[in-house]
């Protein structure tokens, strides 16, 4: 395989579009706020898209040290394989790291020039974005060892993802679009549920302590039937509430037919105890789209 391949599997382009979600939400939002503001959009999602790579080369890196990916049941990973060394994937690390902070300061400086005050505040939500991505395996204390990983997907994924986003545009925070920001949040976390109800065994072999470990992954498909459809409700009345809201504003929940199908295919698949990865790596791309899907649809809904 060539070395550009080899990288370009290392980053697992593939999870970018779920990384771009709460981006777009946040650019629907701001377009019905009539606070738009296009180059703030993109380096938002720039650096949304960045922190995501940097987290998969990461997980990678850490999964790797820790023999979490030796029995691995999903797509083979680069370092353990052996495609890319420890200190390659280190170098690497460092080079995105510096990108992520590049790209985050020049969107800081492009939304609050000169205020001292708000700089503070969000450099401080981008250390700590950068961080959650590196330790999520990686470290002394890794916390997605540590069954908090759903946790931090939806903080960041969801709260932060659009609310950040949102308020680069429009320097204010409307207490309503905290219903959104949990669907993309809650929508997330249910495609990280998906792919540690896959990895089940081979997580408690590692001794990778997930919440579908923690659960057992009966309960853990009750946790996420519980997920899809507190994320639908919560955007479901945010265009409720919206003056003279249209009917057709609610065609987001068009992604409840492959989300169903999606459920149906893992509800088959977990009670025949299935240790295999192909009917889980099938349903955690079809969640990770309807995903993407929806964040697409919601901010049509709004902007038209």
């Known amino acids: 395989m060539k070395r550009l391949q080899v990288w370009i599997q290392a980053c697992r382009l593939?999870?970018?579009?779920?990384?771009?979600?709460?981006?777009?939400?946040?650019?629907?939002?701001?377009?019905?706020?009539q606070v738009f503001n296009p180059g703030i959009f993109l380096?938002?999602?720039l650096t949304a898209l960045l922190l995501q790579i940097l987290s998969n080369l990461a997980n990678d890196y850490g999964d790797a040290?820790?023999?979490a990916d030796e029995q691995?049941?999903?797509p083979a990973r680069a370092m353990q394989t052996g495609l890319i060394t420890a200190?390659?994937?280190?170098?690497?690390?460092?080079?995105?790291?510096?990108?992520?902070?590049?790209?985050?300061?020049?969107l800081l400086k492009l939304s609050f020039a000169n205020d001292l005050y708000h700089w503070l505040i969000f450099l401080g939500l981008g250390v700590a974005a950068i961080t959650a991505a590196i330790?999520?395996?990686?470290?002394?204390?890794p916390y997605g060892y540590r069954a908090m990983g759903d946790i931090a997907v939806f903080m960041f994924f969801g709260l932060l993802g659009?609310?950040?986003?949102?308020?680069?545009?429009?320097?204010?925070?409307?207490?309503?679009?905290?219903?959104?920001?949990?669907?993309?949040?809650?929508?997330s976390a249910a495609v990280l549920n998906v792919n540690n109800m896959r990895d089940f065994y081979s997580d408690k072999v590692a001794n990778k302590i997930t919440l579908v470990v923690l659960l057992g992954r009966k309960k853990a498909f009750i946790y996420h039937l519980l997920l899809i459809f507190t994320a639908m409700l919560c955007s479901a009345i945010y265009i409720y509430n919206l003056p003279d809201s249209q009917?057709?504003?609610?065609?987001?929940?068009?992604?409840?037919?492959?989300?169903?199908?999606?459920?149906?295919?893992?509800?088959?698949a977990i009670n025949k105890d299935e240790h295999g990865g192909d009917v889980f790596n099938e349903q955690l791309k079809n969640t990770a789209i309807s995903t993407f899907v929806f964040s697409v649809l919601f901010a049509i809904a709004l902007i038209t």
């Open 247 to 268: 009917f057709w504003q609610y065609l987001f929940l068009l992604i409840a037919s492959p989300l169903i199908k999606s459920c149906i295919e893992l509800t088959e």
């Open 162 to 187: 659009v609310l950040g986003s949102f308020y680069l545009q429009a320097i204010s925070l409307p207490a309503s679009i905290l219903l959104p920001a949990f669907s993309v949040g809650l929508l």
């Open 135 to 141: 330790t999520y395996t990686m470290g002394k204390l």
């Open 65 to 67: 040290l820790t023999g």
């Open 14 to 33: 593939r999870t970018l579009p779920l990384a771009a979600a709460s981006i777009i939400v946040a650019g629907g939002l701001a377009q019905q706020h």
């Open 72 to 74: 691995r049941v999903g």
């Open 43 to 45: 380096m938002s999602l």
């Open 87 to 106: 200190s390659a994937m280190k170098k690497a690390i460092i080079i995105v790291t510096a990108a992520c902070l590049i790209s985050g300061l020049s």
